[in-house]
């Protein structure tokens, strides 16, 4: 497109908002240079999304095993594996970083493996080279934080390193009451550690409806999870190959591995962001509006590192907006109204739309639709395990304002009623819905009775 620069545009980071940007613009006939000095396909692939939800099917054989002597099976001694884990899921990882960089290369993206930093507006440095653009995008992504203010904090690990422990820890201990944490602690739980989570208010997931907060927290207690709530870990010592924790409410637990989930900040640092201008928050988000644009007018920003909504397909939405923006004379903005997200917890959460909470905070009025039944799976199965389905609607407009499920593969439900909500759907609309029988997800188009006004 221009030929006054080296590349139209310089992207800083492979990760998912990353890629999709450079290839889309590349698509669009942009000249295109990305960077990567660690991993292609960032956090999602290689240390989030992806690995999580290969440990969290791993995590639920155990119940699924134990769930099958009702239906007749004898289900002979089953042991678990570790290291068979966590080489198939290296594997599949090493497949999935090849694809990234293919997609890259196909699309015409010049990669440049190194650590890129920001020399002016308009220009970069990687390995001893300096290249010119007429933009640079920063998809830096973020990085596991813990508090420094912990003696022993050091032995902790992050979700980093939890993705490739040498040995499985037999009894464990996670702090933090977020997706992170919440995730892992199932994970470790479901593969038979003794497991200990500790969050600093209660319940767990701030910011999810509170009925699902609250029956997570009991199925996991159910499941054997020793949940310590209002409360926070004291001190870290270490004897020997193992862990003695303290923790504020009292409780002194031993393990093997400590883990913090204690959230995750952006990666904005000794980069040259704030020597050419462009503007963070005092945590290092880089600051940008609603086109993407830094405080420096060449220089974008989109993804986890400007901290907004920290997940995976925003960052592709956020990407795909920005190259279509920019070289396809196409003005896009994602839209970030009712985004769909799930925890990959045991049982699974997900949720679009407003809480109850948030609702009765906007609206006057707020109906509230609810059911808590034990799956049908789980009458042979001798589970006690619940399912919680709950629907939140405006009811002068009779719109449903949001949609809440715990239960068996909530995310996939979740995902076709996030349509329904984005197209305006109202209760009538859900009522007038025939079910598919026996289902779980049935029950959002059955709910008759309102619980709550
Ligand atoms: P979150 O921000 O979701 O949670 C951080 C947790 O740590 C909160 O419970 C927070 O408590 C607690 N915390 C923060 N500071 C302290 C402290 N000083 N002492 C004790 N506790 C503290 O971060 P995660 O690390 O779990 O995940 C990062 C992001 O990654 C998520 O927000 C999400 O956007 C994304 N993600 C998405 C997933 C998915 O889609 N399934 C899976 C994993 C991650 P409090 O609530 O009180 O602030």
Redo the contacts with the bound molecule.
Sequence with gaps: MSSKYDYDLFTIGAGSGGVRASRMAARYGAKVAVAEERYYGGTCVNV??VP?KLFSYASHFHEEFRDAAGFGWTVGDSTFDWGTLIANKNNEIERLNGIYERMLGNAGVEIIDGRATIVDPHTVSIQGRTISAERILVATGGW?WM?DNIPGIEHAISSNEAFYLEKFPERVLV???????V?FAGIFNGLGAQTTQV???TP?L?GFDHDLREGLAEEMRKKGVDLHFNT?VHDIEKRGEEYHVTINDGAQVTVDTVMF????RPMSANMGLEEVGVKLDPIGSVVVDDNFQTSVSSIYALGDVTNRL??TPVALAEGMALAKSLFNDEPTQPDYTNVA????SQPNLATVGLTEEHARVVYDEVDIYRETFRALKHTLSGSSEQTLMKLVVEPTTDRVLGVHMMGPDAGEVIQGFAVALKAGATKAVFDSTVGIHPTAAEEFVTMREKVQS
């Design positions: 989030g999304c999580k596991p508090p702090a933090g009451g977020g997706y992170i944490a995730e969050y600093r208010s767990f701030r926070r989930a204690t959230g995750r920290n997940l997200t799930a925890v990959f």
